[in-house]
């Protein structure tokens, strides 16, 4: 509990920052946890309208309308912050002491989803305890309907993965909460516990979708396994893969799920999520929506995009690449028109910290290092920043997660490309579901931006 002389002392978002530092020594459930977090957030943004309602952000510009929105200041996102240069920070923390700070599996080094989850949601650090009851809750959770199981088992195999990911979540919505719910009628305060209890639903069945799918498409025939409550989310959700016995595929999925978990809320599956959550849809719905935002090629399906050109580089340059031979199939693939997938970002302007992260699970496996594959993505790495400078028409010529992210599930045996954006949508319902309980806890309204013909942008700018 908080110190109540300092709490009244300080300045409220100061206050929530340093809660959000401290482990707790009491073992209590995140909905016990929001319970006393809420009211805090409420009076916080309460203290932003009455205050600061008239000060401005930022000057909104033609490009800006006709340019996609990119880097407009329009939208509130609590758990996470993007910063150009300094990449993701959750509730001010960033990868590295996420790394250090957040509970990992037992017997495992890798911070894994539910302490993220945690994280995100209360702005906390959770302590072990905790950590291991919301796995714990989540696995009790975890076992799909009867409906929602015979719905993907009668899906066509060839149906992109992606396609099923999004009807089994939407499918998700007949036992809704939230809807049944506001149905029966329903204060405005308390729409934030129900849209919890689908989002914990959600989140927790993810895994048995998402492996569902995998199996009837790439294994058909093969048994599940079923749910062990003694495992974390995805420990159940790679052993629901056929995987459970690779460990170190085990550690590298917790990293990869627990870092893609949430960043920032501009990117297209997070504003989805946002604006059909701010309709009052409940969350199967919004993150339904949000999953088919992911599965264009301009945003999560990248990854796939990323691992094909890697492997064509090999296949046409063989394996004993040196930084000459990757620099020419680079300026290759450039003067055809085409970009290098893995490089840029619409925000960073470093080194995404998350593929850093991730080419340092890499150097701790003996195993990987020797994989042709990854030294490719490593030495891609120590020429590619340069070729791009020089060809002068990308923004940021450093590499984003996905540059690292598929080489690692191709080492071990996830080999499926089209399978690849599954295991980010599974991720990234972390924090679009914590913002859409948040959105509900704050009573945020509909999102409704104004919009502009070419003949009306004109005329303003005439005048």
Same mark, same amino acid.
């Given at each position: 509990m908080f110190n109540r002389s300092v709490f009244v002392a300080k300045p409220l978002a100061r206050?929530?920052?340093?809660?959000?530092?401290?482990? &707790?020594?009491?073992t209590k459930t995140i909905k016990e946890a929001l319970d006393e977090i809420v009211p805090a957030k409420r009076a916080q943004l309460q203290a932003l309208k009455a205050e600061h309602s008239q000060a401005v952000l930022g000057d909104v510009k033609v490009e800006h309308l006709i340019g996609g929105m990119r880097g407009l200041k329009s939208m509130l996102w609590d758990a996470s912050v993007l910063d150009p240069n300094e990449g993701i920070r959750f509730h001010g923390l960033s990868i590295p002491e996420?790394?250090?700070? &957040?509970?990992?599996?037992?017997?495992?080094?890798?911070?894994?989803?539910?302490?993220?989850l945690w994280l995100l949601l209360?702005?906390?650090?959770? $302590?072990e305890a905790e950590t291991r009851q919301l796995s714990q809750e989540l696995a009790e959770r975890g076992q799909l309907p009867k409906h929602v199981e015979k719905l993907l088992d009668e899906l066509p195999t060839t149906l992109h993965p992606m396609t099923q990911l999004g009807m089994g979540v939407a499918a998700l919505n007949h036992d809704s909460a939230f809807q049944a719910a506001y149905e029966r009628g329903i204060k405005k305060t308390e729409y934030w516990t129900y849209a919890l209890e689908d989002s914990l639903d959600l989140i927790a069945k993810l895994p048995a979708i998402a492996a569902r799918i995998y199996r009837n498409a790439y294994r058909p025939g093969t048994p599940l396994a079923d749910i062990n409550k003694d495992l974390d989310l995805v420990g159940n959700y790679v052993n629901m893969l056929g995987f459970g016995d690779n460990h170190s595929?085990?550690?590298y999925l917790r990293l990869y799920i627990a870092l893609h978990g949430d960043h920032e809320g501009?990117? @297209?599956?997070?504003? $989805?999520?946002?604006?059909?959550?701010?309709?009052?849809?409940d969350p199967f719905l919004a993150y339904a929506g949000a999953l088919y935002a992911l599965a264009g090629p301009l945003h999560g399906l990248a990854n796939q995009e990323v691992l094909r050109w890697q492997l064509n580089m090999r296949k046409e340059l063989g394996d004993n690449l040196t930084h000459d031979h990757i620099k020419e199939f680079l300026w290759k693939t450039l003067k055809s028109g085409q970009v290098v997938p893995g490089y840029g970002h619409g925000v960073l302007r470093k080194s995404d910290p998350r593929f850093t992260?991730?080419?340092?699970?890499?150097?701790?496996?003996?195993?990987?290092?020797?994989?042709?594959?990854?030294?490719?993505?490593?030495?891609t790495y120590e020429v590619a920043p340069a070729v791009l400078k020089e060809h002068g028409k990308t923004k940021n010529p450093y590499p984003?997660?996905?540059?690292?992210?598929?080489?690692?599930?191709?080492?071990?045996?996830?080999k499926e490309f089209?399978?690849?954006?599954?295991?980010?949508?599974?991720?990234? @319902?972390?924090? @679009? &579901?914590?913002?859409?309980?948040?959105?509900r806890a704050l009573g945020l309204p509909i999102e409704r931006p104004k919009s502009l013909s070419m003949d009306a942008i004109e005329k303003l700018v005439k005048q």
């Open positions: 206050q929530i920052a340093l809660a959000g530092q401290r482990r &707790l020594a009491s996420c790394q250090s700070q &957040l509970t990992a599996a037992p017997g495992g080094k890798e911070i894994i989803a539910e302490s993220m209360t702005g906390k650090v959770p $302590t595929l085990t550690e501009g990117n @297209a599956s997070a504003h $989805t999520a946002h604006l059909i959550g701010s309709t009052l849809a992260a991730l080419l340092q699970f890499c150097d701790t496996r003996p195993e990987l290092l020797a994989d042709p594959v990854i030294q490719m993505v490593k030495k984003n997660v996905d540059a690292a992210s598929g080489c690692v599930l191709y080492h071990y045996g996830l089209k399978y690849y954006t599954v295991i980010f949508g599974v991720s990234r @319902a972390l924090g @679009a &579901l914590t913002q859409i309980v948040w959105a």
